[in-house]
């Protein structure tokens, strides 16, 4: 192993009582913020949607720290560490994707829906198979997503407590796992909320100091940090330039195009992001907190600018890929080396960052646990089970519970995921709500003519072949940074199927409509338009 990364390990063992003391407190405080907003849960809009209490600053950081995860955090650093140029476009798609969120769904969805997309559809279409499509949408997305966070957990806490055993490894995703079933059953979208809310200014203030620290050892100067990191890549000057991870090759080429597509339209249908318009008294508010989350968000992927070539001047690809072959632990690195590897300051900085990290973590997977149990209550339990007969506290109840299974099954895939790079596996959660739900919204929201068969195809089709064609990808076999890198049975080429589902997803929402006898509803269609554009008789 090389030394440096023996050196990260020893210099976490040696500190490692305030390491472990850094994880308790953070630990503790969000579980205290979590009881505290326990109590405060009284009915069914509490736990769904914080009691709409909250205001458009407020929803905007929580915002923010849902949607900054440990991709953003460990997976863009160690992309931008190993690939430059074409690891920071993960920056730009990600940022870029909210003005999609803004213009097109956030404020219709505020006033159209209740609880959960589910709501959206089910206002104009017949209820119980939309909200049993919507609901089966929302949980495979949110279990692609808590994927990404679980692979991450993993590899950081191993990295901090020198943990090598994989038995170990699986351990610590059990604990996040188990961590974030706590947060949602106790504290539901209240303590969520406030979890996001610290674990924002957390992660802003930690990027911060890494990014001035990075920033002070090379004066300020930006054009000698991209110069000592494209001499310390290996690749010279063609890691400041496009094309070394996507531009070898066609089939690279066209992943990169399906990359951009999944992460441009695929945050407006993720649901952990969704759900979040529900918790503001008011449209303005929902349009609001979305401005404030883009320039929250917008100053942190700025900021990777200098944890991904800082990562690669200061520490050297080398370093990083002998740590995790993804990428992963790039930033936690930089943060040892740029304290001094061999310091207490450098320990200090480890620790800190990387109790930011795992703070980052415990947030996401809240909120994405919270939208799947949700939308699982909601849609499946309430209205297609029980038909509409469910009290508020049953329901409720059977949010708790799918919490629990939800978390168990997270915990079993995040055990197999925890060698793959983060951001990648983020995309495929983008591109996977991207096919399937964001055709589907835009549709019943703008679309006069949409029916419930055209939702149907829409949801099933845009989410079984995105899923379908991600199985058969590489990204679970075939190549060494497979999941299964032993065995071989893919065919689909590339790494992100955003190119084929999400183009598919859009033709058999309107394939199903054109094919359908149904006669669409424009009565109710008139209703969700005004209620839509202006709020009038939103909940």
């Given at each position: 192993?090389?030394?440096?990364?023996?050196?990260?390990?020893?210099?976490?063992?040696?500190?490692?009582?305030?390491?472990?003391?850094?994880?308790?407190?953070?630990?503790?405080?969000?579980?205290?913020?979590?009881?505290?907003?326990?109590?405060?849960?009284?009915?069914?809009?509490?736990?769904?949607?914080?009691?709409?209490?909250?205001?458009?600053?407020?929803?905007?950081?929580?915002?923010?720290?849902?949607?900054?995860?440990?991709?953003?955090?460990?997976?863009?650093?160690?992309?931008?560490?190993?690939?430059?140029?074409?690891?920071?476009?993960?920056?730009?798609?990600?940022?870029?994707?909210?003005?999609?969120?803004?213009?097109?769904?956030?404020?219709?969805?505020?006033?159209?829906?209740?609880?959960?997309?589910?709501?959206?559809?089910?206002?104009r279409m017949r209820q119980r198979p939309v909200r049993t499509a919507a609901g089966t949408?929302?949980?495979?997305?949110?279990?692609?997503?808590?994927?990404?966070?679980?692979?991450?957990?993993?590899?950081l806490?191993?990295?901090?407590?020198?943990?090598?055993?994989?038995?170990?490894?699986?351990?610590?995703v059990a604990l996040v796992g188990v961590l974030m079933i706590v947060?949602?059953?106790?504290?539901?979208?209240?303590?969520?909320?406030?979890?996001?809310?610290?674990?924002?200014?957390?992660?802003?203030?930690?990027?911060?100091?890494?990014?001035?620290?990075?920033?002070?050892?090379?004066?300020?100067?930006?054009?000698?940090?991209?110069?000592?990191?494209?001499?310390?890549?290996?690749?010279?000057?063609?890691?400041?330039?496009?094309g070394l991870k996507y531009g070898l090759t066609p089939t690279t080429q066209l992943d990169f195009i399906s990359l951009a597509i999944a992460l441009v339209l695929g945050t407006a249908g993720l649901p952990h992001i969704l759900i979040r318009f529900y918790t503001v008294p008011t449209a303005k508010a929902a349009r609001k907190s979305v401005n404030w989350a883009i320039g929250i968000i917008g100053g942190f992927y700025l900021m990777t600018i200098a944890l991904g070539f800082g990562a690669a001047a200061i520490v050297g690809p080398e370093t990083i890929t002998e740590s995790n072959k993804a990428g992963n632990t790039a930033a936690p690195l930089l943060a040892l080396h740029i304290g001094g590897v061999d310091s207490a300051g450098g320990a200090i900085l480890l620790a800190v960052i990387s109790a930011v990290a795992f703070a980052t973590i415990l947030a996401v997977v809240a909120g994405l646990t919270l939208a799947s149990s949700s939308s699982f209550a909601h849609d499946i339990y309430a209205n297609v089970i029980r038909k509409g007969q469910a009290t508020e506290k049953e329901e409720v109840r059977a949010a708790r519970w799918a919490t629990v299974l939800i978390g168990v099954v997270s915990i079993a895939l995040g055990a197999m995921a925890r060698d793959l790079n983060v951001a990648g596996l983020v995309a495929l959660a983008f591109a996977v709500a991207a096919s399937a739900n964001l055709p589907t919204i835009l549709y019943s929201l703008f679309w006069k003519r949409f029916t419930t068969q055209g939702a149907l195809w829409s949801i099933y089709g845009g989410l079984s072949s995105s899923v379908i064609l991600v199985l058969f990808s590489p990204v679970v076999s075939g190549k060494p940074s497979s999941m299964f890198p032993d065995i071989d049975f893919h065919w689909f080429p590339l790494?992100?199927?955003?190119?084929?589902?999400?183009?598919?997803?859009?033709?058999?929402?309107?394939?199903?409509?054109?094919?359908?006898?149904?006669?669409?509803?424009?009565?109710?269609?008139?209703?969700?338009?005004?209620?839509?554009?202006?709020?009038?008789?939103?909940?």
């Open positions: 192993m090389n030394q440096h990364v023996l050196l990260a390990a020893s210099e976490a063992s040696e500190h490692r009582p305030l390491i472990i003391a850094l994880f308790a407190a953070f630990v503790l405080a969000t579980l205290g913020i979590t009881v505290w907003a326990g109590r405060q849960t009284k009915d069914a809009a509490d736990f769904y949607a914080g009691g709409r209490q909250f205001t458009g600053f407020q929803n905007g950081l929580a915002i923010s720290g849902d949607y900054m995860s440990a991709a953003s955090f460990l997976g863009i650093a160690g992309a931008i560490a190993l690939f430059g140029y074409d690891g920071f476009l993960y920056s730009i798609g990600f940022l870029v994707a909210w003005l999609v969120a803004l213009l097109l769904v956030a404020e219709p969805l505020r006033n159209s829906g209740r609880f959960t997309m589910g709501d959206v559809l089910a206002y949408s929302t949980i495979v997305v949110s279990i692609f997503y808590l994927l990404a966070q679980m692979a991450g957990a993993g590899v806490v191993s990295l901090l407590l020198g943990i090598t055993s994989e038995a170990g490894k699986i351990g610590v947060y949602v059953t106790i504290g539901g979208m209240k303590g969520t909320t406030w979890v996001q809310m610290v674990k924002a200014v957390l992660l802003i203030s930690g990027t911060l100091l890494i990014t001035f620290l990075v920033m002070l050892k090379f004066n300020f100067n930006v054009s000698d940090l991209l110069g000592k990191a494209a001499e310390n890549s290996g690749h010279g000057a063609a890691f400041l330039e496009p790494n992100n199927p955003g190119l084929i589902s999400i183009p598919l997803g859009f033709l058999l929402g309107w394939l199903g409509t054109v094919l359908s006898k149904e006669e669409p509803d424009t009565g109710k269609y008139a209703e969700l338009e005004v209620r839509s554009l202006t709020g009038t008789g939103a909940h």
